[in-house]
């Protein structure tokens, strides 16, 4: 161990030469003694050096005044004293050269106030030493292959407490549930190779010890409790690498979120914005403990290339079961081609069925010779991407011949295979442990397998290279168009500047102009084409329609009166040109604490009734915009619906893409609320026939006023 290369500061986490503990006495109940016994009972094989201001003998070996006193080498600390005594550790850390420190002490920034002060000087002093801290208010690390328990969770107090080595990584923000989780994992036999509580983040975050992990050359894939998500940019960089990553996020409330003055920002509030970052990066987002833990056992499974999953079962109602959660999680059942059936009719009894899901019957099923050209038969079948596998109540002989058989297929056809065992634990106590050493996740049921396999798919796809790819796949959509100019609206800027704005960029809106007065109506009117919209322009006047500042259908004759209506408001009248018929889409783009957010979905007087939208970072790809598009009912509605002919759509997502281009570098903070997008029949494109601007909170100089 001495040896060994000096690791860096986060991989010293679980990978340290040596440890040293501040903050362990002879006391009872001492909880610094807890990770001196930890790391003696699972195996360390560093120098463990308690630090104690007495010196002398504690616990029965020899402590040391310092850190500076104590034989080296120390590449980790653990800090278990006061809050007011956390200083001057940092202060010895600094003076021994040691690289990083774990304080799980409390009493720093999440009790606000005097301590949030003494945790930013803390911090800056540490950075000013070079040394790196997990915490404050964490339960420590564990790196399982070392035995090196750097911490003090009373799960490793466990009479039958063991470290279940394995390659999967496990970061949690909160330390007891987080360890609470670890239990669970090596309870059920899954493996993890490092596990880290983060605490209060005053220096290393989550998503940088999630990148540490995924450097390590055995990790095969990341499970992260978080509370709060920051630095999405450096989580995407971890999931291109190709490392699986499944986050369970808290906090679903959008209680918190601040009142939006757009139906855009309104849209884009809170969790929605989370989850839409993770999907879009590519990272699994789970809702529960278990969803968590399930998703970390395919995570060693060869990649699910498709979604087209065959369904082998002996029981009917399982097989049912996994077509409807395969469907509730897009996926799909596979369509077996004719030879494969007909290979199947071969084997299947009668009363069995060979459509998928394939039902093979008790008697295939006490014939390992049958069972084992059945698996065959459906591996080799081309448009299949990979095998669920339900029984029911496995018992003796039965478990090992369906465990060497599904392993065989798996390792022959290079395809993700899950099992679903539905029956009492009792009934064949090592099943799961069978299927696991064979490399076969194994559920409980359809659904929880189906979700796995759903979390397998996302963890499979190729990922665009982040936003350098993003802005290639923009400027490929835009390359037949001159670049929009950057410049951001004025404060309080119109509709109508807006609108301008936006026609310079090549996004198409109405034509029009103001009107020069009551005897200037109709005539505007016919230059807008017999028919036009009369819209209020009223500085702070947002949302025009409640004010009854828009009058739709304009006719010369009625001219006058929808003038003297919309002038009621107290400013200047617009007229445009109306846009009838074609269906009605939202496009904005609003803040958020991740950055600025687009926002695609079904608008018009749908936008609230519907609440229907797609959300992603910026910035985007074309083909992002083409799955926002179908992940709401604007892909069916501009597919047509009950005989309306098919919108352009092509024309939408090339504005969107013009408009992700232009806002690109205007100041962060805005929103920006295109509603309606009017898209018009296939060829005739789209026009823009709303358009609301809310300038930043803060102003801004490079922001006009």
């Known amino acids: 161990m001495a040896d060994a290369p000096q690791p860096s500061a986060v991989r010293a986490l679980w990978a340290a030469r040596g440890v040293a503990v501040v903050g362990v006495s002879d006391r009872p109940g001492s909880l610094g003694q807890l990770p001196v016994r930890f790391l003696e009972r699972y195996g360390y094989h560093g120098p463990v050096a308690i630090i104690h201001p007495s010196g002398g003998q504690v616990m029965g070996l020899p402590s040391y005044r310092s850190l500076r006193a104590a034989p080296g080498p120390v590449d980790v600390v653990m800090v278990l004293v006061g809050s007011d005594r956390v200083e001057a550790v940092i202060d010895d850390c600094i003076a021994a050269g040691v690289g990083t420190a774990i304080i799980c002490s409390s009493g720093f920034a999440e009790t606000g106030g005097k301590g949030a002060a003494l945790q930013e000087r803390l911090v800056a002093k540490a950075r000013a030493g070079g040394v790196r801290l997990l915490g404050p208010n964490c339960i420590g690390t564990v790196g399982v292959a070392a035995g090196q328990v750097t911490s003090f969770s009373p799960l490793f107090s466990g009479e039958q407490t063991e470290l279940v080595p394995g390659p999967i990584g496990f970061v949690s923000q909160s330390g007891a549930l987080g360890y609470g989780a670890v239990s669970l994992a090596f309870e059920r036999g899954l493996g993890l190779g490092w596990v880290v509580n983060t605490g209060n983040e005053a220096d290393i975050s989550a998503v940088e010890v999630m990148a540490a992990m995924a450097d390590e050359p055995g990790c095969r894939g990341i499970l992260a409790y978080a509370e709060s998500l920051g630095d999405i940019a450096a989580l995407r960089a971890v999931v291109e690498r190709g490392v699986p990553v499944a986050v369970l996020k808290a906090g679903r409330s959008d209680a918190g979120a601040r009142a939006a003055a757009s139906h855009t920002g309104a849209l884009a509030a809170g969790d929605r914005v989370v989850g839409a970052a993770l999907r879009q990066i590519g990272a699994v987002r789970v809702d529960d403990v278990d969803e968590l833990l399930d998703a970390g056992e395919v995570m060693t499974c060869p990649p699910l290339d ?3 999953i065959a369904v082998v079962t002996t029981s009917g109602g399982s097989g049912i079961l996994a077509a409807d959660a395969l469907e509730g999680r897009g996926l799909s ?36 010779a049958l069972f084992d050209r ?78 796995a396999l759903a979390a397998l798919r996302t963890f499979s796809r190729e990922r665009p290279s982040s936003a350098a790819t993003a802005r290639a796949g923009l400027e490929e959509a835009l390359d037949r168009v001159e670049r929009p100019s950057p410049a951001a609206p004025r404060r309080g800027a119109s509709e109508q500047e807006v609108k301008d704005l936006l026609a310079a960029a090549a996004i198409p809106v109405p034509a029009g102009r103001f009107v020069d007065g009551p005897e200037d109506a109709a005539r505007v009117v016919e230059e807008c084409g017999g028919a036009a919209v009369f819209k209020a322009v009223v500085p702070g006047l947002v949302h025009k329609s409640d004010a009854g500042g828009v009058v739709v259908g304009v006719t010369a004759d009625r001219a006058g009166t929808a003038y003297d209506q919309v002038a009621g408001l107290g ?22 604490p991740l950055g600025p957010v687009l926002t695609v979905g079904v608008g018009g007087v749908l936008t609230e009734l519907f609440n ?17 598009v179908d992940e709401t009912r604007l892909g069916t509605l501009l597919a047509g619906v009950r005989g309306a002919p098919r919108a352009d759509r092509a024309a939408l997502v090339e504005v969107v893409c013009r408009l992700a281009e232009l806002v690109a570098s205007w100041p962060t903070g805005f929103e920006l609320d295109l509603n309606p997008v009017t898209v018009l029949a296939e060829g005739r494109g789209v026009r823009v026939l709303d358009a609301a601007y809310v300038a930043p909170v803060t102003t801004d100089a490079a922001h006009p006023a």
């Open 374 to 451: 059945t698996l065959d038969a459906i591996a080799d079948d081309p448009g299949v991407d990979g095998i669920l596998a339900c029984f029911c109540v496995l018992t003796g002989k039965d478990v090992d011949d369906v465990v060497s058989s599904l392993s065989r297929v798996a390792q022959r056809s290079g395809k993700p295979v899950v099992a679903v065992r539905t029956g009492a634990d009792h009934l064949a106590p090592q099943a799961n442990a069978q299927m696991r050493a064979a490399g076969i996740p194994c559920y409980q049921t359809p659904a929880r397998a189906v979700r």
């Open 333 to 368: 059942l596979a369509a077996l081609r004719p030879e494969t059936t007909a290979d199947l009719d071969e084997i299947v009894p009668a009363f069995g069925s060979t459509a998928n899901p394939v039902d093979v019957t008790a008697s295939v099923m006490s014939n390992g």
């Open 571 to 592: 400013g200047r009248v617009w007229a445009e040109e109306l846009v009838s018929g074609g269906v009605e889409a939202l496009v904005g783009c609003a803040p958020s």
């Open 306 to 308: 498709g979604g087209r």
């Open 612 to 628: 229907d939208v797609a959300l992603r970072l910026l910035p985007v790809t074309a083909d992002e915009v083409e799955q926002m």
